[in-house]
């Protein structure tokens, strides 16, 4: 069975960094571009970032933009998360996701846009 599994989440405080993973088993995504979506209760999932599976370009939300870095790892890892200068209003469950190809940058930003999904894990920055 095809999995992405995220893993790094947790309780930090604003100003704080966390570094999320994203892990695969059942199969390889190093060729895979990946992204990252976070969500809150009533509200629909959010893109964060991307990067394709070169890592030689990469996408991010405005919101995060300059605070976060999308980056790849290896073929167990495909992706990673750093989070720096964390506020409150990033708290969220984050998810990772992978596609089978970049396509365009409006692909990225849509969750349609992606073929596997991990489960998700809780982000919570206090004030």
């Known amino acids: 069975q095809v999995q992405l599994v995220e893993s790094g989440g947790g309780l930090v405080q604003a100003g704080g960094s966390l570094r999320l993973s994203c892990v695969s088993s059942?199969?390889?995504?190093?060729?895979?571009?990946m992204g990252w979506f976070r969500q809150t209760p009533g509200k629909e999932r959010e893109f964060v970032a991307a990067?394709?599976?070169?890592?030689?370009?990469?996408l991010y939300a405005d919101s995060v933009r300059g605070r976060f870095t999308i980056s790849r790892g290896d073929a167990k890892t495909p992706a990673y998360l750093q989070m720096n200068s964390l506020k409150p209003e990033d708290t969220a469950v984050y998810y990772c996701?992978?596609?089978?190809?970049?396509?365009?940058?409006?692909?990225?930003?849509?969750?349609?846009?992606?073929?596997?999904w991990g489960q998700g894990t809780q982000v919570t920055v206090s004030s």
């Open positions: 996701a992978a596609s089978l190809g970049w396509y365009t940058e409006e692909a990225r930003r849509e969750e349609r846009g992606y073929n596997y």
């Open positions: 059942g199969q390889t995504f190093n060729t895979y571009s």
């Open positions: 990067i394709t599976w070169s890592g030689g370009r990469t």
